[in-house]
DNA sequence: GCGGACATGATTTTTACGTCA
DNA sequence: TCTGACGTAAAAATCATGTCC
């Protein structure tokens, strides 16, 4: 029964299957992907800024969405594009949004990168197609909203997972992945503490256990030293029958011709010996 | 400026489950 | 009713990139 009780007590339930199925668990949503990639460009973005950054020279194709005001020839801007030539095969243009300056711009001046951010996840599901892979840095705002939406609900339905996306401007397909992450990494921590607490656990039952061995060895020096005297104890004390392990006691015979009887005259000595089974 | 550690977004693979013929 | 094919979501594993020290 120990062991049981013993990972009870430690508090401890491992998080594998703790994430209950969320009751909004779904219906596969079919329309949704296929929607997907089809979101468009809406003209929400058409007064936004770019951050200039260096860039491949196809980047100019992708910044004509841009207010025309702004649109420039950023290979061209950034002249020299001898070595951009290798960036330009793996990242599509505008994930040079996110490169550290902007990073950097973003967290010193708060609000005014967040819409750039936003640009280049919508230029992203645009030529998603395209580059294998790009990052995008949610901003702090974003990643608030996501962490909100996580605390209530750690999976998403279609619905929820769509405004969510709307509302943060990103795919639903961003939102997903980061839901997927977060739970994972959720996980990850979850897992990491439990085995801490384990291993604490696992240590202070040990020491228990050393403590009560100790005890052990010194109750059993004990009876060896104290066994004479044990031996002359009288005869109402209870005694263990050494071969059936029987505890019997003056009074189980009834008897005052009871050898064992409490008012007996002389004392009985219980000789294991030569009686081994003399309380049976 | 370089390199390693770390955080995190994205992708791929695996698994579990429901539906349908 | 059983079964295999198929589709989907979520988890798990992994990769890739950006940031910080």
Redesign the pocket.
């Given at each position: 029964m120990g062991d049981l009780e013993d990972v009870r007590n430690t508090g401890l339930a491992l998080a594998?299957?703790s994430?209950e199925?969320?009751e909004?668990?779904?219906?596969?949503?079919?329309q949704?992907?296929k929607k997907g990639k089809k979101e468009k460009f809406s003209l929400k973005y058409d007064n936004l800024f770019p951050s200039l950054t260096l860039g491949p020279s196809e980047v100019e194709t992708t910044t004509t969405y841009l207010l025309p005001d702004t649109k420039m020839e950023v290979g061209k801007v950034c002249g020299e594009s001898v070595d951009l030539q290798k960036q330009a095969s793996?990242?599509s243009g505008v994930?040079?949004f996110?490169?550290?300056?902007?990073?950097?711009q973003?967290?010193e001046s708060g609000e005014e990168e967040v819409e750039v951010e936003r640009v280049s996840?919508r230029v992203?599901d645009e030529d998603?197609e395209a580059?294998?892979?790009?990052?995008?840095?949610?901003t702090k705002q974003?990643?608030g909203v996501?962490e909100d939406s996580f605390k209530e609900h750690?999976?998403?339905?279609?619905k929820q997972?769509k405004d969510l996306a709307e509302q943060l401007n990103?795919?639903p397909?961003?939102v997903?992945?980061?839901?997927?992450?977060?739970?994972?990494?959720t996980?990850?921590k979850q897992t990491e503490v439990d085995c801490e607490l384990l291993k604490k656990r696992c240590e202070t039952l040990t020491e228990e256990n050393k403590r009560l061995q100790k005890d052990l060895q010194e109750l059993k020096s004990l009876r060896s030293i104290a066994a004479p005297f044990y031996m002359k104890l009288p005869a109402a004390t209870l005694t263990l029958c050494p071969s059936c392990e029987r505890v019997s006691s003056a009074g189980d015979a009834g008897s005052s011709t009871n050898p064992f009887s409490i008012g007996a005259p002389k004392p009985h000595f219980y000789n294991p010996f030569t009686h081994p089974s003399a309380a049976c």
């Open positions: 594998l299957g994430h199925k969320p909004n668990h779904l219906q596969p949503d079919h949704e992907k793996s990242v994930s040079s996110s490169n550290s300056s902007s990073i950097k973003e967290r996840s992203n998603e580059s294998p892979r790009k990052k995008l840095r949610l974003q990643s996501l750690a999976t998403l339905n279609p997972k990103l795919r397909r961003q997903e992945v980061w839901f997927q992450n977060r739970r994972a990494r996980k990850l």
